[in-house]
C-alpha cells in the first residue's frame, strides 16, 4: 500500500463527490440521491422502499441475506443484555414511550427503522453531570443459539451529561439476528469513548445503526471493532449541533471467509469551528471474504472553520478477498481549516517482508509482525487493557486460520 496508491484513490473519489454534488436534485425518503443532505430520515418502515440491491446504500450489501430483517416484523427475542457499572452511572430499562428515545436522530435506511418499530424496551445508560472518575461501563449483549432463529430489534441509549467523562464498551458476542440502534447524545463539555465490539459466533446477522449528536465543547471517540458473524453491518452517524465538537472514528475489522463485513459512516458538519477524524483499518483472507468501507463527510455552507481528515486502508492476506473502499467529501464552504482523505488497500508490503526476512525471521512470524504493527496503532487508542488484550488474541486466532489455509493449498 503505497503513498501513491492512497494518492490515486483520494484523487477519484474527489472527482466522484464533486460529480455527485453537481448532479444532485430534490430527493425523498429511501431515493438515492447524489448529496447525504439530500437524503431523508422517518421513523416510519413504510417510508423506505423494500432494497433491491441498487441502492446506493445497499450496492455493496448481500441484500438476499437480510430479508427477514428488512420484512420489519423483528419478534424475536433477541440477546440477552447484562450491564456492569460503578453506582454513579444511571441504568434503566425504559419502553418505547420514553420521551428521550428518538430525540439523536430518525433512521436513514428500511433495517434502522424495522429496530424502531420493533423493540419492545430500551436500555438507557447515564453519565451525570461532572462524573470522572470510576470503572468503565459494559453492555453485554449475548445470544444463545435460540436468539438467531427469528429476528429482533434492540435499542440502547447512551446519555453523557455535562462536563462529563466516561468510556461505555458494547460487547457484541454469541448468536444473533439482530437489528440494533444505538444512540448517543454527548452533551455540552462532556467527553465520551464508545467501543462496540461484533465478535458474534458464525452465522450471526447483525446490522445496526449507531447515532451521535455532540453539543458545544463535546468530545466524542467512537471506536468499532468488527470480528465475527455472517453479515455485519455498522453504519455510524455523527452530527454537531453546536461549535467546539470533536468526534474521532476509530475501526478495526478483520474479514474471513464467507463473512460480509460492511462499515458505512456520516459525519455532518453543519455548525462552525468542529472538527472530525475517522481511522478505518482491514485485514481480508479467504475465499468470498468482503469488507465495504463507506466514508461520507458532509460540510455544509454554515460550517466554517471545520477541520476534517478520513483514512481507510485495507489488508489483503490471501487470493479470493474483495474489499470495497468509498471515502467521499461534500464541501459547500471555501471558509475551512482542512479537509481531505485517503483509501488504501493493497497485499503485504513485500519490502517488509524482505527486510524481516534477511534479518533471520521465518516468513509466517514476519507477516504476523506486520499485521501486528498494522492493527496497534488503533488498539492501544482504545485505552482498555483488557479489550485491547482480547482483540490482540483474536487476531493471533484469525492469523493462525491464515497460515492453516496457505498449508492446506499447498498439499493440495
Not at 427503522?113 to 451525570?128: D, K, M, N, Y
Not at 461532572?130 to 438467531?148: F, I, K, N, Q, Y
Request: charged share 25%.
Amino acid at each position: 500500500m503505497t503513498d501513491t496508491a492512497e494518492h490515486t484513490a483520494q484523487n477519484l473519489t474527489t472527482d466522484h463527490s464533486r460529480a455527485a454534488a453537481d448532479g444532485a436534485d430534490s430527493h425523498g425518503v429511501g431515493t438515492p440521491a447524489g448529496s447525504r443532505a439530500d437524503r431523508g430520515t422517518s421513523f416510519a418502515l413504510a417510508d423506505f422502499p423494500l432494497p433491491t440491491g441498487r441502492e446506493e446504500d445497499w450496492r455493496f450489501t448481500p441484500v438476499h441475506r437480510l430479508q427477514k430483517i428488512f420484512a420489519g416484523d423483528l419478534t424475536g427475542s433477541g440477546p440477552v443484555v447484562s450491564v456492569e457499572h460503578d453506582d454513579a452511572v444511571r441504568v434503566e430499562t425504559v419502553g418505547r414511550d420514553d420521551s428521550r428515545l428518538g430525540t439523536v436522530g430518525a433512521p436513514g435506511d428500511r433495517s434502522s427503522a424495522a429496530a424502531w418499530e420493533s423493540f419492545r424496551e430500551a436500555l438507557v445508560v447515564t453519565v451525570p453531570k461532572g462524573h470522572t472518575e470510576g470503572r468503565h461501563t459494559t453492555v453485554t449483549v449475548s445470544g444463545e443459539d435460540g436468539a438467531a432463529a427469528e429476528p429482533a430489534g434492540q435499542h440502547v441509549l447512551v446519555i453523557a451529561e455535562e462536563l462529563s467523562e466516561s468510556l461505555v464498551v458494547l460487547d457484541h458476542r454469541g448468536a444473533a439476528h439482530l437489528s440494533q440502534t444505538v444512540e448517543v447524545d454527548v452533551r455540552d463539555g462532556a467527553h465520551l469513548t464508545v467501543v462496540s465490539v461484533q465478535d458474534w459466533d458464525d452465522g450471526a446477522v447483525h446490522l445496526a445503526a449507531h447515532r451521535a449528536k455532540l453539543g458545544r465543547d463535546a468530545r466524542l471517540k467512537h471506536i468499532v471493532v468488527t470480528l465475527g458473524g455472517d453479515v455485519v453491518r455498522v453504519t455510524p452517524d455523527a452530527a454537531f449541533t453546536a461549535p467546539g465538537g470533536d468526534v474521532e472514528m476509530l475501526g478495526l475489522y478483520f474479514t474471513d471467509s464467507g463473512q460480509h463485513q460492511e462499515h458505512r459512516l456520516f459525519v455532518d458538519h453543519a455548525v462552525e469551528s468542529c472538527k472530525s477524524r475517522v481511522t478505518y483499518k482491514g485485514a481480508l483472507q479467504g475465499a468470498s471474504a468482503h469488507s465495504v468501507w463507506v466514508g461520507d463527510v458532509l460540510i455544509r455552507k454554515e460550517a466554517e472553520g471545520t477541520d476534517t481528515y478520513e483514512l481507510n486502508r485495507n489488508l489483503v492476506l490471501t487470493e479470493g478477498a474483495r474489499a470495497d473502499s468509498v471515502p467521499n467529501l461534500e464541501i459547500e464552504t471555501g471558509e475551512i481549516e482542512g479537509a481531505g482523505h485517503a483509501s488504501a488497500t493493497g497485499r503485504f508490503d513485500d519490502e517488509q517482508l524482505f527486510y524481516l526476512r534477511s534479518r533471520g525471521i521465518p516468513e509466517a512470524d514476519a507477516r504476523r509482525l506486520v499485521v501486528r504493527g498494522f492493527f496497534a496503532e488503533l488498539i492501544n487508542q482504545i485505552g482498555v487493557p483488557l479489550v485491547q488484550e482480547r482483540l490482540m488474541a483474536a487476531i493471533e486466532e484469525e492469523l493462525d486460520k491464515t497460515m492453516h489455509q496457505e498449508r492446506e493449498a499447498v498439499t493440495r
